[in-house]
């Protein structure tokens, strides 16, 4: 089973930011926090990763509450090309297979 | 492009028959894994390989198999094909064997089962 609890689906308006949560009160010390995204039906794409500290990229901004239990997926200025199922998994750091739950579905709206 | 290429990208096939998809990794990569994504399903790990040996299993049927080769690139071979086995076929590619790296996904293949 998913680690990781989100909601079904979200909508945002363009030019917005969208904060996508992300529970996961089990998450263990040596567990990564991973989000991806698939649009349509393409291939799933990395978007960003962290352990404990907040994380930046070209694409998001990644929020990580102090006890882990919980994260935050920001897009800062969402368009219409995030629309997409956002994946949050949590991955242990060793061997492990990786485990996606049904995501949340963001709808960007003009 | 995440540089993980797949073929073919459509297959259309019938019942009992067998079926090859093929997977080529990101330069440089030694891992590689192979999920089956159905409507009503989501995206469901099958299988990972690294350098050529299999290191992780999930929810592969019997009647599917995998294999990495020396070059690298990886194949999933699906036989005795039930209408259920229509689905979208990912293959990924991480650097090392370690899960926790970032896995980068190839284009998929769309299989349908008539």
């Known amino acids: 089973d998913a680690k990781t609890t989100q909601p079904t689906s979200m909508d945002c308006a363009e030019g917005r930011a969208a904060n996508l949560p992300c529970n996961h009160s089990?998450?263990?010390?040596?567990?990564?926090v991973y989000w991806y995204r698939q649009i349509h039906s393409q291939g799933p794409q990395y978007i960003i990763h962290g352990l404990k500290n907040n994380e930046t990229n070209e694409m998001a901004s990644l929020i990580i509450t102090e006890d882990r239990k919980s994260s935050t997926l920001i897009l800062p200025h969402a368009t219409l090309r995030d629309t997409a199922v956002y994946y949050c998994i949590v991955i242990q750091t060793s061997y492990d297979k990786v485990i996606f739950g049904p995501g949340t579905s963001l709808s960007v709206i003009p | 492009d995440s540089g993980v290429t797949q073929t073919p990208k459509h297959l259309i096939t019938a019942t009992g028959q067998r079926v090859t998809l093929r997977c080529s990794p990101r330069s440089g990569d030694l891992s590689v894994y192979w999920y089956q994504q159905s409507l009503d399903q989501g995206l469901q790990f099958l299988i990972q390989?690294?350098?050529?040996?299999?290191?992780a299993k999930g929810n592969i049927l019997e009647r599917f198999s995998a294999q990495q080769f020396p070059d690298l690139h990886s194949e999933l071979n699906l036989s005795s094909l039930e209408l259920g086995d229509s689905a979208l076929y990912f293959c990924?590619?991480?650097?090392?064997?370690?899960?926790?790296?970032?896995?980068?996904f190839g284009p998929g293949t769309r299989l349908t089962v008539l």
């Open positions: 089990t998450i263990s010390g040596n567990e990564y």
């Open positions: 990924a590619s991480s650097a090392r064997v370690r899960s926790s790296d970032t896995q980068y």
């Open positions: 390989y690294y350098n050529g040996e299999e290191r």
